[in-house]
Nanobody
């Protein structure tokens, strides 16, 4: 079993930056691909970013590419999402997730473990 806990969200102004952290416990995640999703109430989970097990390959949704950066530190069992130049449309609950296959995954159904989410609110 893998447990994931997100942190780092909060209330920020447009143009500001945040670094979200996903901390893992239980089984090692060093062989898992990891992803970030976000969700607005009433909408389905929206793919944001993916990183492979070794941390050398990444993939981003088009609408966040250039502003969001996913990274990981397997020794610390942590995955990060650096979010720069935030806009109000980024307001959502952000979730990290683990995919044991470690292949590119952009769908919620492709992930095996999920955190509880952290709220990001961006004011204009």
């Amino acid at each position: 079993q893998v447990q994931l806990v997100e942190s780092g969200g909060g209330l920020v102004q447009a143009g500001d930056s945040l670094r979200l952290t996903c901390t893992a416990s239980g089984r090692t995640i060093s062989t898992y691909g990891m992803g970030w999703f976000r969700q607005v109430p009433g909408k389905e989970h929206e793919f944001v970013a993916w990183i492979n097990a070794g941390g050398v390959d990444t993939y981003y949704a088009d609408f966040v590419k250039g502003r969001f950066t996913i990274s990981r530190d397997n020794a610390k069992k942590m995955v990060y999402l650096q979010v720069d130049r935030l806009i109000p449309e980024d307001t959502a609950v952000y979730y990290c997730a683990a995919n044991w296959a470690s292949t590119l995954a952009t769908l919620r159904s492709e992930y095996d473990y999920w955190g509880q989410g952290t709220q990001v609110t961006v004011s204009s």
